[in-house]
């Protein structure tokens, strides 16, 4: 059989034919459109572990204010905006009675915007009345 394939004029014995050729293209694509599809799915995952990062340390400096302010009980239903990261972030504060008259339960929703339902971080926080100022 190898003297066979020798003795084979040259022009068979020149390069790939069209078929081959296009099962390659074809094998290359697939693996081409299956790794941009990873990294568009990388992209989107971490876009959104950033996001999640930023409203945590939001609603951290949010309870870090929280029990800087002196004043009982803290206010409830407290809203704000915040810039942070070149965007606008939403802040919501809702204050929760406790079974302890002198305790509250604090809780800090963030939201990239305003009328989402669901918060990109909620940190919760219990807040004592100074021992001083109780009656």
């Known amino acids: 059989?190898?003297?066979?394939?020798?003795?084979?004029?040259?022009?068979?014995?020149?390069?790939?034919?069209?078929?081959?050729?296009?099962?390659?293209?074809?094998?290359?694509?697939?693996?081409g459109i299956a790794l941009l599809s990873a990294a568009d799915n990388n992209f989107r995952n971490l876009s959104h572990l950033e996001n999640k990062i930023l409203a945590n340390w939001i609603a951290s400096n949010q309870l870090v204010e929280i029990s800087l302010d002196q004043s009982w009980p803290p206010k409830n239903n407290k809203k704000g905006t915040i810039e942070m990261a070149s965007r606008e972030w939403f802040w919501a504060q809702k204050v929760l009675k406790t079974g302890d008259k002198n305790m509250r339960a604090v809780v800090i929703e963030v939201r990239l915007l305003e009328d989402e339902k669901l918060a990109l971080a909620r940190v919760m926080t219990y807040v004592s009345q100074n021992p001083k100022k109780a009656p």
Do not use: C, D, S
């Open 1 to 31: 059989m190898k003297n066979r394939i020798a003795k084979l004029p040259a022009r068979f014995n020149k390069g790939f034919t069209l078929i081959e050729v296009m099962l390659a293209m074809a094998i290359f694509a697939i693996a």
